[in-house]
């Protein structure tokens, strides 16, 4: 077992503006391991990931291969000098055959032309061993994500042969495709290589998997035998609960007696979410817990019309409610501020001015506009209140940090006035500073008899705002705990019975 | 003002260029009640790209293209003419033809907002088939007529001025201010910028893209009204023809990125004069008009390289680091 | 079978269904003749829209081609006409001239990181006024050497003929096909067709394939320019305006997916000889007017977009 590591890094640093990503980072990689990285969204596994590969730039730190120190500048030098890489999508292409795939750049040749029955082949004897019997002159696409899968590993393994990363290759994968997958990486875990799986899924981290690290926020939070470990402790690292600590100071909410305001019965959605009841109540905070990809967001965009329910029915008060785009959401006085903000919140050559207005306006119509005078007063005013650093409201937003876009995001939804605000790890990325205000700025907003529902993965930060918790698993509602019974234990042990059964 | 500096410099330079090999460039003269000089003839010409870039400019900002506006040109045109010798009166001649400009841009925006397909693709089918419609209404003949109502739009002047070149500063002003002066324009941009986010904050982002493409539709029924009003006729070969790329162009040398998001109408209409200065100018100047092609050609790769994003990137890095440092710092 | 067969197949069916219609009405169409008329009058098109498959392949546009036939043309004639230069030399000029523009092309876009679409606007605009500031006038080719070009065909049975520039057109096609579907570079184009982060990050070269691509069309359409001037006689710089959107509009009725990734060059063919055919019907019919070649022509268009709009739903399954 104490085999010298295949790949090692030592004391790893990567910062973006605004952020620390990695901090003094250590890793070994043993031959014939499954090694597993685990963390939350942010926790920094996939920039660890991104320097070991060359896909980024470290700040500081070593790499080792086999003890010789490497920089690969490109994906494309690390996989020469041994290292692979399959993502969860986009790692072939589908609208090319498998042989095409398999042996894109090295195709065998004839007389110049490509050698079709050659390339056929060679296809054939890479794909030998992986236990697929497929037609590879057909293309990719047609295959399902299980074999497009194996076919890229295929692919890597060919061309690297020493380290392999798995980076979330089971997120789209049924059970019976699951184990497909895991008898190939079993097979070549046999044969020596070093493989690196990122999965939130723990029963197959704790089937596949050799040792395990854990990273959160950017950190080292431990490297073990996955045998030493159970999985309430995993998640208990992941999630930031220090089992020793003592209850942290929460003087439980008292129970919200104020009359039911928003009420769903069976929202669903086929594939998203499985069907779900839910009970807002004025001026309460509902947590949302689960691991990553346990139904959280899905459940939030369900919610806001932005992936409409197929099932169930929604009622304000004793009239329904249609949901069916965010529009509508927004007109029964809904409010999103989405997990990613880049791409689904901040419209970026906007100025911080134009995107908290943003939706206010788009209620108020094209014709009606904002006054200049009074967009400036609300941009300002909500600069202040927020405590937005950007030197003015002009600014495009794009240019702030993320936590100043968050808070962009959220003067947006508090501009609307809203009666129901979710906020999608309103606190991921940003520094202490904003992480702090953001909390306060939550309670107050309760405290003036919004309602929230408030997605995160800091369970801490989560016990200590919500009034109720919603606790998720495999697209599932399973547990809503209130009152005494909210602790972030309880939170634990509800994410972690379903998985042990 | 200071974002439209480098297409006023553009201008005044081509002006003072041609100034120099023709000197009476810049003279007005006030002669049978009308103004007459380059000047005035650049502003007249340039009427229909100035109309077709204050719509493109539009759908560029959503990150869109409007291929077919010098198609719509053609059958808009068209029924004008056939409404006019079909002796239906001016009214309804103008009314058919702003309407058949109307349900064109509809017919692509629904394309691009509703079925999703690519804004280049989709009004690649009407930019080809526009031609024929067009032709079907003039059965293939250049549909001549003798109506000085609907000729004044063409050919006529007020207080000395075209009229042409009256429509388009009106509709570049008018559309301006009605974008600047509601919140459309911002709308649009967000659009452009990031249609995902948009929806999210509640934007109707269908309706927008429908919109902007019946705008486009409508100043290319305008452009196509004044060309067909010019020539006394409605000439469905010719009307229009590859203006949609002179429109593309304008409203790229108008500075607004072929990316979408932040636009300037003014700096289209810009754009516009600049291609009509040069193309008036190589015809005054005595060169032979052949070197007009090549001499775009040049400004368009010159541009091109002004707005690229990789030369930008390599240009802006200098300036940008200390920006990010003390963030860094801050950690 | 391969999905990716079916807009072809469609392409294929709706071609021999047209034919037969037309057969059915005029029994006269169906002769060697008229196939042979349909190859040698739509010669050039197909060369340049051979070129322009592999472009729409990679997932780009080259608005240049048609501007860049009738440049060839002009420069064929005025070095014919000005200088004693053997012909054959003048033909492998151009070709060097037109592939090196073409080549420019593509740099640029790597480069610059710019659309397509607007670079080779400008390479359009560049070639026509080249063809322009070459010659404004038409320039007759009184070259024997050319006439003996355009005499040569053979004599299919059935008394048709196959003209030389037919010819060229069969065998452009045949190199298109082998280029696009049996060489790595081939391979790589359908790759960055597919998607160009992908591609790169299976170590497709971008920029040397992006430039290679546009090199192809730029070559391929001096080539059209060459079959177009033997077809002509002539060199005329206002020749071939919109040739460009034809060709876009054959490879899209071929089954080419517009946004680049799918398509076959032999479906190419079938999408130039179908607008083909839409024209000769026109002239058989006699009284039909021209304007509904286009009308048709746009018609299918949408039909080509939507049923390919519909594949893509379903392909991912």
Known sequence: MDASPILSARGLNKGFPGTKALTDIDFDLRPGEVHALLGENGAGKSTLVKCLTGAMRRDSGTILLHGQPISPASTLEAQALGIGTVYQEVNLLANLTVAENLTLGRQPRRFGLVDRRAMKAEAEAMLAGYGLAINVNRDLGSYSVAVQQIVAIARAVALSGKVLILDEPTASLDAREVELLFGVVERLRAKGLGIIFISHFLDQVFRISDRLTVLRNGRLIATTEAAEVDRHRLIAMMLGRDLAAQEAAHAPAQLNDAPGMLSFRGCGRRGAVEPFDLEVRQGEVIGMAGLLGSGRTESAELLFGLSPRDTGEARDGDRPLSLASPREAIAAGFGFAPEDRKTDGIIADLSVRENIVLALQARRGWAKPIPRAEQTRLATDYIRQLDIRTPGPEKPVGLLSGGNQQKVILARWLAMNPRFLILDEPTRGIDVGAHAEILRLIRRLVAEGMSLLVISSELEELVAVSDRMIVLRDRRHVAELAGGGLTADRIVDAIAAGDAA | ?331 | MNPRLLPLLATTMIFLLAYAICILQFPSMLSTRVVGNLLTDNAYLGIAAIGMTVVILSGGIDLSVGSVIAFAGVFIAVMLRDTALPPLLVLALLLALTTGFGAAMGGLIHLLAMPPFIVTLAGMFLARGLAYVLSIDSVPIDDPFFKSLQGAYWLMPGKGRLHLIAGIMLASVLVGALVAHRTRFGANVMALGGGEATARLMGVPIARTTVLIYAFSGFMAGLAGIVFAIYTSAGYPLATVGVELNAIAAVVIGGTLLSGGSGYVVGTLIGVLTMGLIQTYIVFDGSLSSWWTKIVIGGLLFLFILLQKALLRLGPR
């Open chain 2, 1 to 331: 003002m200071k974002r439209l500096a480098p297409q006023l410099l553009t201008l005044a330079a081509v002006i003072v260029l041609i100034s120099l090999v023709f000197p009476g460039f810049l003279s007005v003269e006030f002669s049978n009640g009308r103004l007459v000089g380059a000047p005035i003839d650049i502003l007249k010409r340039g009427a229909p790209v100035a109309l077709l870039a204050i719509g493109m400019t539009l759908v560029i900002a959503t990150r869109g293209i409007d291929l077919s506006v010098g198609a719509v040109m053609a059958i808009c045109g068209a029924v004008a003419a056939w409404a006019i010798v079909g002796g239906h009166g001016l009214g309804a001649a103008l009314g058919l033809a702003l309407g058949a400009g109307m349900l064109c841009g509809i017919w692509n925006g629904l394309l691009v907002a509703a079925f999703g397909i690519q804004p280049i693709v989709a009004t690649l089918i009407l930019m080809v088939a526009g031609r024929g419609v067009a032709q079907l209404v003039t059965q293939g003949t250049i549909l001549t007529f003798s109506h000085e109502g609907l000729a004044f739009l063409g050919s006529g002047s007020l207080l000395g001025v075209p009229v042409p070149a009256l429509i388009w500063i009106a509709a570049g002003a008018v559309t301006g201010l009605i974008v600047r002066q509601t919140a459309l324009g911002l709308l649009i941009e967000a659009v452009g910028v990031n249609p995902r986010a948009s929806t999210l904050a509640g934007l109707n982002t269908r309706v927008l893209l429908v919109a902007v493409y019946l705008i486009a539709g409508l100043f290319a029924a305008i452009a196509g009204l004044i060309v067909t009003a010019d020539i006394r006729g409605a000439d469905a070969n010719n009307t229009g023809l590859w203006l949609e790329l002179d429109a593309i162009l304008a409203v790229v040398i108008g500075g607004n990125s072929l990316l979408g998001g932040r636009f300037s109408i003014l700096g289209s209409l810009l754009g516009a004069m600049i291609i009509q200065s040069i193309n008036t100018g190589i015809l005054l100047a005595g060169y032979p008009s052949e070197f007009n092609l090549v001499i775009k050609a040049g400004l368009v790769v010159v541009i091109l390289m002004l707005q690229s994003p990789r030369l930008a990137q390599v240009f802006a890095l200098p300036r940008r680091a200390p920006l990010a440092r003390p963030k860094e710092a801050g950690e």
